[in-house]
Every structure is written in structure tokens, then in C-alpha cells.
């Protein structure tokens, strides 16, 4: 794998050609005594992951990046960086590609929709530090800018599809400067009451009926809201809440076989 120039923001890029996966990157040199905040990016990923493990499709002509972060908050707080790094995805896609809301939302948990479809996931990873050792955080992004995987579980879509023809190296450029926003808005931690606001004012399926898988059940209701850590809470028929802390979405088009 080579290193080639990478035009980011004001922090570091290391920016590479092939690569297993971005985020599996930054977390070695994590072991390794690296620091952040730095970016790993890569033309193409060969063992690309989203959440679950599941395999993410990483042919070139897409942003796939992960920054790496050293000690951003204590660790409890740090799973809600999928929330501070979906809002930048955001703004940093809607600034480019002059999009906003309804064509562009949030999907729980850290997801980026367009016209209804994914177009970028995120994917959250850390260390536990050894006493003395600063907690490695990894964020990482896959945007489809040019292309877009197919036979996916959910609808997939890409950027220049909307007419957003826009590289890897500026998307970049503007998600680093975003992403600095958003995280001095977090504040560690200090902050999610903000950023859980500016979530949910971008959430595309806030107040509809939505159906969520977690782990091997599935539960139905109305999104009504995220709670303080960030976990889900769903309205059930009966005027029950249901909070939860883990799962997805489904498409309307995957109910009936999850529910199989």
C-alpha cells in the first residue's frame, strides 16, 4: 500500500492506496504509540467493515476515512460520537452538494440518507487503555460519492446520483473542518444535550411508525425521541416506551423476512 497526498483540512491525512480497512489502520497505529488527531484514508479498502462486521463495498471512487482521536472524553461518553460525527457528515455533504433536509437526514444510529436511500454509514471504535494509556477512538466514514453497492439489505444511493459530483479529497476537506465544529459543540461529552437536539432536528423518521431489529428481536412503534445517552425510544401501540440502546432500522421491504 502506498502514501499518497490527500487534500484534508487543518489535521494530518495519511492518505493510502489500498488498504484492509481504514478504521482496522488508525486503531494499529493507535497500538503502535500514534496520536491523534490524524486521518487514514484509502483509494479502496479490500476488508472494508460496517457495523455488526458486516462487509462494506469499497471500489474506488468513494471517501472512505477514519480519524483517529486520542482521549476525546471519558469512555462512557464516547459512544456518543456517532451522533457529534453523523451531524458533521451532514453538514459537511450539505454544504458540498447543496442538499439539506428532507432530501438529506439522519438515520439512527449513524447513518446518512438521501432522497430515502443510504448514501454513508459510520462506524465508531475504540481501545480500552491500559492504566496509563490514552483511549484510541476511531470514526469512520464510507460515502458513496460516485458509486453505490448493490443487493443491499437497504436502499443504497450515491451522491453524483443527485447531481452532487463531488471527489473524495473535498468531501474530506469539508467534513474535517465540520466534524472540528461539531466535536467543540460536544465538548467532550459536556455538550450531547446540543448535539442530541441538532440530531433530532435532521432525523428523517422522527414521529413515524418505524420497525427495529435488536439482535434477534423485532420491535415495532413510533420514534418519539432519543434519550440522554442517546438510546432509541420507541412509542409502542399500547402507550408503552421502549427504550433501546442497540439495533436498526429496517426497510419497509425487510419487515416480513426479519420477522420470518
Not at 489535521?11 to 478504521?23: H, K, M, R, Y
Not at 460496517?50 to 472512505?64: D, M, Q, T, V
Not at 473524495?168 to 466534524?179: G, I, R
Request: glycine share 14%.
Amino acid at each position: 500500500m502506498g502514501v499518497g497526498e490527500f487534500a484534508g483540512g487543518s489535521t494530518p491525512v495519511i492518505a493510502l492506496d489500498d488498504v484492509g480497512s481504514t478504521n482496522a489502520e488508525a486503531l494499529a497505529r493507535a497500538r503502535q504509540g500514534g496520536f491523534g488527531p490524524v486521518w487514514i484514508t484509502a483509494a479502496r479498502q479490500t476488508a472494508g467493515r460496517g457495523r455488526r462486521g458486516r462487509a462494506w463495498a469499497s471500489e474506488p471512487g468513494n471517501l472512505y476515512a477514519s480519524i483517529l482521536l486520542t482521549d476525546p472524553a471519558p469512555s462512557e461518553a464516547c459512544p456518543q460520537l456517532c451522533f457529534v460525527a453523523g451531524l458533521a457528515l451532514f453538514d459537511a455533504v450539505g454544504a458540498v452538494c447543496r442538499l439539506d433536509m428532507p432530501r438529506l437526514s439522519l438515520k439512527w444510529p449513524n447513518d446518512l440518507m438521501l432522497d430515502g436511500a443510504k448514501c454513508a454509514g459510520i462506524l465508531v471504535e475504540g481501545e480500552v487503555a491500559p492504566a496509563g494509556h490514552p483511549l484510541a477512538v476511531v470514526i469512520g466514514f464510507g460515502v458513496n460519492c460516485a458509486h453505490h453497492p448493490q443487493g443491499t439489505s437497504y436502499p443504497a444511493t450515491h451522491l453524483s446520483a443527485a447531481g452532487c459530483k463531488v471527489t473524495p479529497a473535498l468531501l474530506l476537506s469539508a467534513l474535517d473542518a465540520a466534524l472540528a465544529v461539531r466535536l467543540a459543540e460536544w465538548r467532550g461529552g459536556d455538550g450531547f444535550s446540543a448535539i442530541r437536539a441538532n440530531w433530532l432536528a435532521r432525523a428523517g423518521t422522527l414521529g413515524q411508525p418505524i420497525t427495529v431489529r435488536t439482535g434477534a428481536e423485532v420491535v415495532d412503534g413510533r420514534f418519539e425521541t432519543l434519550d440522554g445517552d442517546g438510546a432509541l425510544v420507541l412509542l409502542r401501540g399500547d402507550g408503552t416506551r421502549t427504550r433501546i440502546g442497540t439495533g436498526e432500522i429496517l426497510p419497509i421491504a425487510g419487515i416480513e423476512e426479519a420477522r420470518a
